[in-house]
């Protein structure tokens, strides 16, 4: 370690390694950000600079950087497994990016290498840690709303914002790098919410889905999808991820409801109201930066973990639960 803090290196420079972990990793107070890796020179050069920090090429040569005690893991998924898998073999902490492998084989077989190691995995569950999701499942375990019954969700995320992230040509599109297309990456995010807010297992879950080419952005590619889930509780739940629609129209909205008829509505990441027979109580989150999805707050605890030796709130076997469920899109 160096000294109290945690150094870390970011690797993979795409919009979550860049946008997100590097600005978060370079406030979180026990944390010092070490390094960047990419294959892409310029584009590590570039951040390195901005950040006065190291750069990599190799991540082979940055895990003999004993300054580095984590590695933060944000490339395509079909890195992941070798990435991972070397860098807990080297004795470094890993936070992977989700799925955290193309085959739920390979990610059991890196809880056996970090056990072994005796460092931590952790999955990017970041919903987890989205503001108005963390206050929904305070109060549910309060009872406010007696027994969750029952859950509609639904993402919507403008096209043209999922086409510049992931273009048709992206390895996002490709299900030999993916094992999915950006549907199946993405859902495993509230999938996992789902089975952390009903503290329940999704037991069962019937997948539809239509991909529809848009004449109005070149016949980009878009996904409209939708899982009926029943929990080992009995509840019951509608999932449903657009990504069809216009920029000002990108929301994710989330209704909980409960056995005493209360509900539950979480909109967007900063915004829930609890409805019950008397009252309407809303809560709003005025969070910035890296906050707004809880990905500061996800990247600081990892760091807590590694510093107190204590098991992640996300678990690789969560991430593996999660993926299980996503990967019936496929069939």
């Given at each position: ?7 870390v290196?970011?690797?993979?420079l795409?919009f979550?390694?860049?946008q997100?972990?590097?600005p ?5 107070p026990?944390?010092?950000l070490?390094a960047?890796i990419?294959i892409?020179?310029?584009l590590a050069?570039e951040v390195?600079s901005?950040?006065n ?7 082979k040569?940055?895990?003999?950087n004993?300054?580095i005690d984590?590695?933060?893991v ?10 991972v898998?070397?860098?807990l073999a080297n004795s470094k902490?890993?936070?992977?990016e ?5 085959d739920v084989?390979?990610?059991k077989q890196l809880i056996e290498i970090a056990?072994?190691?005796?460092v931590?995995l952790?999955?990017?569950l ?19 709303i007696g027994?969750?019954i029952?859950l509609?969700?639904c ?5 043209k914002d999922?086409?510049?992230?992931w273009?048709?040509?992206s390895?996002a ?7 999915g ?6 859902s ?5 919410l789902?089975r952390?807010?009903f503290?329940?297992e999704?037991i ?5 889905s239509?991909y529809?080419?848009?004449p ?6 878009v996904y ?5 889930i029943?929990?080992?509780n009995?509840a019951?739940?509608i999932?449903?991820?657009s990504?069809?629609?216009?920029t000002?129209?990108?929301t994710a909205?989330?209704e909980?409801f ?6 539950l509505r979480a909109?967007?990441n900063?915004h829930?109201s609890?409805v019950d027979e008397k009252?309407?109580?809303?809560w709003?989150f005025?969070?910035r ?7 500061y707050?996800?990247d600081s605890h990892?760091i807590?973990?590694?510093l107190q ?6 678990t690789v076997e969560d991430a ?12």
């Open positions: 370690m160096i000294k109290n803090k945690v150094g290196a970011v690797a993979g795409g979550i390694g860049r997100t972990h590097v978060a990793f370079k406030k979180i026990n944390a010092e070490i960047v990419d892409i020179e310029d050069k390195a901005e950040h920090i190291k750069y990599y090429l190799d991540y040569e940055a895990l003999r004993p300054d984590a590695i933060v944000t490339t395509p998924t079909q890195f992941h497994f070798n990435m898998s070397e860098a902490h890993v936070f992977c989700i799925p955290l492998t193309q084989n390979e990610s056990n072994e190691s005796k931590i952790m999955p990017d970041t919903f987890r840690f989205t503001p108005n999701y963390a206050k929904a499942k305070e109060l549910i375990d309060e009872f406010v027994k969750p029952s509609n969700f993402e919507l995320i403008p096209t999922l086409a510049t992230q273009p048709s040509n390895w599109w490709n299900t030999k790098k993916s094992s297309y950006p549907d199946f990456t993405l495993i995010l509230s999938l996992d789902v952390w807010l503290d329940s999704i069962d879950a019937k997948w539809m239509n529809v080419p848009l109005v952005l070149n016949n980009y590619t409209n999808t939708a899982v009926i029943r929990l080992s009995n019951i739940g999932l449903h991820y990504a069809s629609i216009l000002q129209e990108g909205r989330l909980i409960g056995n005493n008829t209360s509900v909109t967007w900063n829930i609890l009252f309407r109580t809303e709003t005025k969070m930066g890296t906050k707004v999805w809880g990905h707050q996800i990892f807590d973990c590694i030796g204590k098991k992640p709130l996300a593996i639960k999660a993926q299980i469920i996503a990967e019936k899109i496929n069939q």
